[in-house]
């Protein structure tokens, strides 16, 4: 090889060096940027709340609860007193049979004129709840077309009286319970065939009045039925605070007597049940959200674990790309001493003067 060529070679064998240094710099640097997101996302894991799933325990309370008549009362708080009594709160339910109740809504027909309209469900009329009746002869029998009242008549001076007063405190209790309409209540009555007792349905006249309630313009019916209510069961409550108390306790330390002081002075010992009660509603709650919870738990760990396999899938290629550079390194570097020797030699026998 002659002096030129081999310099030559030497230079581009140079350069192949250099490039594959710098493609190996190149690559360590996107290893090290593939190392911090892998360290990223060991610390996104590290970071992570694994969901604990709830307990039953959590959603569960012992109550004390003792009978007084139809009354049945739970404990709500009790706070100890220096003199070993106790300051209570117990929560006292019973089920009222004539409580006011929503029932079925119904379809309401309307006769007449703007200002001065009949309502009617079915043939029966509606009436004015609390109104004074007066279709009522001289021997107490009604003369109108109510069949309740018809069915109660006769009906003594003193028997009318005492259903004006009953619709009144139905009225006290309407208002109560569902608002005060501006146009007072309509009431009729019906009655159960099995049993021959009559109860009242009671409706809003503001409901029958108001510009959303549309009624058909051949029959007069409204073609929703409309909010009504009746005289029924359910199951009422009242709060009794700050009630001072005697408790008295078994040798586990359970409440098996509770002795009330009355507003007159006197007591009153109840027997206390013990019970364990269960929100299972709010369990059931609790557990639906663990198991979201623990959904998004594995999906999130999923696709962290995704992303470290790609990131290390790239740096296993990087690592490959750097280990045939080596190797091209270390041929490069064969060759140039290679080239080297020759150089020396030709420069040797070139410009040697004497052998």
Known sequence: M???ASQAR???LTARKTNTE???????QQRTVLGNQSANYYNQLLGMTVPVPPSVSDFTKTTYTFLDGALTNSISSMIAQKDGTYLISYT???????AIVSTAPSIYTREGKEGNYTYRVGAVALRTLGEEVKDFDEQGNYTGNDPYLKAMSPMSQGERDALANEEKQYISELNEKYGTPENGWLVRYVENTSTGTWSPRFVKKDDLEKETTVYDPDT?????????Y???SQRETKEIKGVTARMEQDASGRIINITLQNEDGTESTYAVTTNTTTDQAKYDDAMNQYEYDKYQYDQTIQEINAKIEIVQAEDRNLELRLKQLDTEQDAIQTEM????????KN???TFKTFG
């Open 22 to 28: 710098y493609e190996g710099q190149q690559i360590n």
């Open 220 to 228: 007069g019916a409204t073609l929703s039925a409309i909010n009504t």
């Open 10 to 12: 030497f230079l581009g």
């Open 230 to 232: 009746t005289v029924g």
């Open 347 to 349: 420069t040797e026998s």
């Open 2 to 4: 002659g002096m030129a």
């Open 92 to 98: 006292a339910s019973w089920q009222n049979e004539f």
């Open 337 to 344: 001493d290679a080239v080297q020797k020759v150089i020396e």
